[in-house]
T-cell receptor
Framework: DGGITQSPKYLFRKEGQNVTLSCEQN?????MYWYRQDPGQGLRLIYY???????QKGDIAEGYSVSREKKESFPLTVTSAQKNPTAFYLC??????????????FGPGTRLTVL | AQSVTQPDIHITVSEGASLELRCNYS??????LFWYVQSPGQGLQLLLK??????LVQGIKGFEAEFKRSQSSFNLRKPSVHWSDAAEYFC??????????FGSGTKLNVKP
């Protein structure tokens, strides 16, 4: 079955530590996205990538970093510079063929808690 | 700038009653419109989408939505709600640059 996997499902981190969230897709999609979800705020875009070895900042990129070395993988690192990292993180992918007319596919999410 | 507004944060309906969730968008060109549903602690699942053609679109689980360009709206409807429909619903707009903009969501509670 094609889809998106995120790991781990729950992640705990001490303040001052960097942590990396995994996102893998086998849908052969060019575009991948990271969103942060907080109660009552919907989804806010952190970073997105439309092709391997290229990515762009979203609306709330400060304190986060990404890489896109392979088409199927788009890991997100939450650095110690992120002031309030406790949130639910969602990864998504999108088939760029047809541009925005195609929907995004979402992973199951990772809940990050900073202790 | 593109934006999506879902004016209702919480809605409670009785099981078997009809449902309408509101969505208004701001976008300069022809929008690509989506409704997603999210169960607690899960990812988002697509309910339906509109990008051209018939302005009334049918989706999964008995949902439908109507695109009204004059009102910049894309409201989601269901004639008879089931208890399993309790979830959070998100409206989204896609642009021509592969970016997507989400509303803040509407949480649906279903009374037995």
């Amino acid at each position: 079955d094609g889809g998106i996997t995120q790991s781990p499902k729950y992640l705990f981190r001490k303040e001052g530590q960097n942590v990396t969230l995994s996102c893998e897709q086998n849908l052969n999609h060019d575009a991948m996205y990271w969103y942060r979800q907080d109660p009552g705020q919907g989804l806010r875009l952190i970073y997105y990538s439309q092709i391997v070895n290229d990515f762009q900042k979203g609306d709330i990129a400060e304190g986060y970093s990404v890489s896109r070395e392979k088409k199927e993988s788009f890991p997100l690192t939450v650095t110690s510079a992120q002031k309030n990292p406790t949130a639910f993180y969602l990864c998504a992918s999108h088939d760029r063929v047809g541009v925005g007319g195609n929907e995004q596919f979402f992973g199951p999410g990772t809940r990050l808690t900073v202790l | 700038a593109q934006s999506v507004t879902q004016p209702d944060i919480h809605i409670t309906v009785s099981e078997g009653a009809s449902l309408e969730l509101r969505c208004n968008y701001s976008y300069g060109a022809t929008p690509y419109l989506f409704w997603y549903v999210q169960s607690p602690g899960q990812g988002l699942q697509l309910l339906l989408k509109y990008f051209s053609g018939d302005t009334l679109v049918q989706g999964i689980k008995g949902f439908e939505a109507e695109f009204k360009r004059s009102q910049s709206s894309f409201n989601l409807r269901k004639p008879s709600v089931h208890w399993s429909d309790a979830a959070e619903y998100f409206c989204a707009v896609g642009d021509n640059f592969n970016k997507f903009y989400f509303g803040s969501g509407t949480k649906l509670n279903v009374k037995p």
